[in-house]
């Protein structure tokens, strides 16, 4: 089974590179610029049949929250039209689509935690760009995953968990946001799900579970909590902790609008495709033990 992700960059295609490796009779390719650029439809198409996917995970974004205020056509460009084009590219070639989306969907105002039938309400152009993206995907492939995920962290990247150790290491106290709930979700999870998922659509033309589905870490945390638990498990890896003062989103003023409520539900995936992810404390302490005993610490700063 061959799956062609697309965003070298990305925190999940470099999980899925690495969860890859480990799973015999599985190859996956990352592919990005210049030879796929979202922002330019016309090398979409071209990239990814040249890679011969069995599969196509559509993780390349415009991922810029605050930014994307100010840049609103580049990140529909991206979002919207260029996760289009990549789901019209794996039609073309007769394969699935698995699409990342995000929490950001949601105003934030529900009670509990979302499920794929509660109302969307986008707070801000990159979530408005996400959702178009879904409905641009569903559209040009009818065999599609459409995968919603909050509050992505890895030993890759740029991370809430790289962010907090960094500062750890220079500061005695971080203030962080405490009135923001969600899913703390580690990109290694993802990866693990979706290459679970993939082994069911994989050469199964009839599969008939297409459709939207949340995915994320199991439990909830604030941001502040989050940052607690980051911290205190890199203290007893040994690695930098500072104490973690909460704030009020009020006090942390961003041009775009984050959603209050990021809490997904999961339940639907784990029942169809038999999959949950693990504790959101068990991923992070996986991901902060990669980062300070697993490699070298010049990945908190990578």
């Keep these: 089974m061959r799956l062609v992700v697309t965003g070298r960059e990305g925190q999940v295609a470099a ?13 996956v390719i990352a592919i990005g610029r210049p030879e796929l650029d979202l922002a330019k439809p016309d090398t979409v198409i071209e990239a990814i049949a040249a890679a011969k996917p069995d ?3 559509s993780a390349a974004a415009y991922t810029a929250v605050d930014q994307a205020e ?8 991206v979002n919207a039209v260029g996760a289009g084009k990549v789901a019209e ?3 073309r070639l007769g394969v699935p689509v698995i699409h990342l989306s995000t929490d950001y969907v949601f105003d934030g105002s529900a009670p509990g935690a979302y499920v794929e039938t509660d109302a969307t309400a986008p707070r801000s152009v990159y979530g408005a760009s996400k959702l178009a993206g879904e409905q641009a995907v569903a559209s040009a492939n009818p065999r599609h995953l459409i995968l919603r995920t909050a509050w992505v962290y890895s030993p890759f990247g740029k991370n809430f968990v790289k ?10 106290e971080i203030a962080v946001v405490a009135d923001q709930w969600g899913n703390p979700t580690s990109a290694l999870d993802i990866a693990d799900a979706i290459l679970h998922a993939a ?8 599969f008939g579970a297409s459709g939207i589905y949340h995915l994320a870490g199991t439990g909830e945390a604030s941001w502040s909590g989050f940052a607690r638990h980051i911290l205190d498990t890199s203290r007893a890896f040994g690695g930098p902790h500072a104490r973690v003062r909460d704030i009020a989103t009020a006090d942390y003023p961003t ?5 209050a409520n990021s809490r997904l539900s999961s339940a639907k995936f784990a029942a169809v495709f038999n999959w949950n ?3 959101w404390r068990q991923s992070t302490e996986a991901v902060v033990h990669k980062l300070l005993v697993g490699r070298t610490k010049q990945a908190l700063t990578a």
Excluded at 70 to 77: I, K, R, T
């Design 15 to 27: 999980s899925l590179l690495e969860a890859g490796q480990a799973r015999a009779g599985v190859e």
């Design 55 to 57: 599969i196509v995970v």
């Design 70 to 77: 100010d840049e609103p056509d580049l990140a529909f460009a």
């Design 89 to 91: 590219a794996a039609t």
């Design 163 to 172: 962010t907090m150790l960094r500062l750890a290491a220079d500061r005695d």
């Design 199 to 206: 082994a069911q659509l994989h050469g199964n033309k009839s």
């Design 255 to 259: 041009k775009a609008r984050r959603p």
């Design 277 to 279: 992810a693990p504790d």
